[in-house]
C-alpha cells in the first residue's frame, strides 16, 4: 500500500511554466490548457500571438516579489486580485501552498475582454490615425501594450505621444477633440499631430451623472468610478512598459482624464519607479488636483522642464476639484520649498510663496477679511487696517517692479519678481 501510486486529478492543481525564482503559478487542468493554448499562440507572428504574448507575459509577471501596478484587490477578500490589461483580466488567489511565508499564485480565471475594447466599452490603448478621408480615427483594434512608432519613436527629441480622455461625448468626436488638447490648441502643433498620429487611452464616457461632473464635485476629484480605477491600472501598467523600454512619453489628460492619469502615477509612486525624467505629463481642463499631479511627478523624477504643464478652464468642476478652490498651487509651492529646493534658494522661494498667499487670502476674503483678521490681532482701527491692507494690495506690484533690477528678469508675477531679486543677493 506504501507504494500504491493515487492517480492524480486532471483537474488538480499543478504548477504551470518553469518558475525558477519568484513566486509558483498554480492552475487546474482546464486552466493550464488554456495557458499553454496561450503560449503556442504567443510564438506566432500574427495579431492573435501579439496578444498571447501580452497575456503570458502578464501572467508571469505574477512569479514577481510585488504585486503587479495593473492588479486590483477584491472587496472583503483578501486573498483575491484582479490582473488587469486592455484585452483581458486573469483573477488569481493569493495563497502559500508551499507553507512557510512563501505565498504562490492559484490562476482561478481568464477573461477575454478584446470583443468589450473593441467595442468601446472598456478602457483600452489605441494607435490614432489618419482614415482614408484624411481624419483622425480609431484603427479596427486596440493595441495590448504601448509601442513607439516611426513617426513618434520615443526620443528625446520626439517623443510618444498619449492621451487620456475625459467625458468628452461621442466616441468618433474623441481622436479630434484629444488632439486639440495634445497640440495645446496650437494650430501647427495639432497640424503635426494629424501627420504622425497619436496614441490614446480610451476611457468610455460614463452616465450623465458623470458628463455633468456631479461625481467630481461631490468628492472634489478624489473618487473615480469602477472604470476610472480600471483605467488607472491599466494607464500604469503602459507607463511602466514605457519606462522599461527606455522611452520618452508625453501624457496629455483631458477634464476627467486628470483623476485616470494621476491615479496611475501614485500606482507606481507606491513602488518607487524612478521614471528617470523621461516622462512628462500635461493636464488640460483638469478636474482632480494638480497638488496631487504634482507630488506625484517629483516624486516619480518626471520632467519637469515645462513650467507650463496644466490649464483649466474656470469651470466649478475644475475649481473645485482641480484648483481646490485656489490653494492647490499654494501647497504646490511648499511642497517643492520644503522637498525640492536648494538651500541658498529657499529664503526667496519663502518669499514668494508669502506672497502668493497674501494674494489667495486678499481674493478669497476681500480687504475687509484680511483687514478684520489684522485689526484683531493687534487691536488696532478695523477701518485703518482696510485702507492699509488696500493700499499695500495695489501699491506692492509697483514697488516692486521699482526695486533696481527687478525688471532684469522676464515678468511672471511679482512673487517671482521677489524671488529672483533675493536669490540673487543669497548667491552673493
Not at 328 to 354: C, F, Q, V, W, Y
Request: charged share 20%; hydrophobic share 35%; glycine share 10%.
Amino acid at each position: 500500500m506504501g507504494n500504491l501510486q493515487l492517480h492524480q486529478q486532471s483537474n488538480a492543481l499543478q504548477a504551470w511554466g518553469t518558475s525558477g525564482q519568484g513566486r509558483t503559478i498554480f492552475a487546474t487542468g482546464s486552466q493550464r490548457q488554456i495557458l499553454d493554448n496561450f503560449t503556442q499562440l504567443s510564438q506566432q507572428q500574427s495579431s492573435e500571438g501579439y496578444h498571447a504574448q501580452a497575456l503570458v507575459k502578464a501572467v508571469n509577471s505574477l512569479r514577481g516579489d510585488a504585486s503587479p501596478v495593473n492588479s486590483m484587490l477584491k472587496p472583503n477578500h483578501p486573498t483575491r486580485r484582479l490582473l488587469i490589461a486592455g484585452g483581458f483580466e486573469i483573477e488569481y488567489e493569493l495563497n502559500s501552498y508551499y507553507g512557510g511565508c512563501q505565498t504562490d499564485v492559484e490562476i482561478v480565471g481568464i477573461r477575454l475582454a478584446t470583443g468589450e475594447a473593441e467595442n468601446f466599452k472598456r478602457p483600452a490603448l489605441w494607435q490614432i490615425e489618419k482614415n482614408e478621408r484624411g481624419a483622425l480615427d480609431f484603427p479596427p483594434k486596440p493595441s495590448s501594450r504601448l509601442t513607439p512608432t516611426k513617426k513618434q519613436p520615443g526620443s528625446a527629441k520626439i517623443p510618444v505621444k498619449i492621451g487620456v480622455n475625459g467625458q468628452l461625448g461621442a466616441t468618433n468626436d474623441v481622436p479630434t477633440l484629444m488632439a486639440s488638447h495634445i497640440s495645446h490648441g496650437d494650430t501647427a502643433k495639432r497640424r503635426a499631430l494629424r501627420e504622425s498620429g497619436f496614441q490614446l487611452l480610451y476611457v468610455p464616457p460614463e452616465n450623465s451623472a458623470w458628463v455633468a461632473g456631479w461625481r467630481t464635485l461631490k468628492s472634489l476629484g478624489n473618487q473615480g468610478s469602477e472604470q476610472q480605477r480600471k483605467a488607472a491600472r491599466i494607464l500604469a501598467q503602459h507607463m511602466l512598459e514605457a519606462h522599461q523600454q527606455n522611452l520618452h512619453v508625453e501624457w496629455t489628460s483631458q477634464g476627467e482624464g486628470a483623476w485616470v492619469l494621476i491615479e496611475a502615477m501614485q500606482h507606481l509612486q507606491q513602488q518607487q519607479v524612478d521614471l528617470r525624467q523621461q516622462q512628462k505629463i500635461f493636464l488640460s481642463d483638469h478636474t482632480r488636483s494638480r497638488f496631487s499631479a504634482d507630488r506625484a511627478r517629483r516624486a516619480l523624477n518626471m520632467n519637469l522642464e515645462d513650467d507650463k504643464w496644466h490649464n483649466a478652464a474656470p469651470g466649478l468642476p475644475q475649481t473645485v476639484g482641480g484648483e481646490q478652490f485656489g490653494l492647490a498651487p499654494l501647497l504646490s509651492a511648499g511642497n517643492d520649498l520644503l522637498h525640492h529646493t536648494p538651500r541658498e534658494e529657499r529664503l526667496g522661494k519663502t518669499i514668494n510663496l508669502t506672497y502668493q498667499t497674501g494674494e489667495y487670502l486678499f481674493k478669497k476674503w476681500g480687504a475687509a477679511g484680511v483687514a478684520g483678521g489684522l485689526a484683531a490681532s493687534t487691536g488696532g482701527s478695523a477701518s485703518l487696517a482696510v485702507a492699509v491692507v488696500k493700499a499695500l494690495h495695489n501699491l506692492a506690484p509697483t514697488l516692486i517692479a521699482s526695486i533696481p533690477g527687478a525688471r532684469n528678469y522676464y515678468f511672471k508675477n511679482t512673487g517671482d519678481q521677489l524671488q529672483n531679486l533675493v536669490n540673487k543677493q543669497q548667491k552673493r
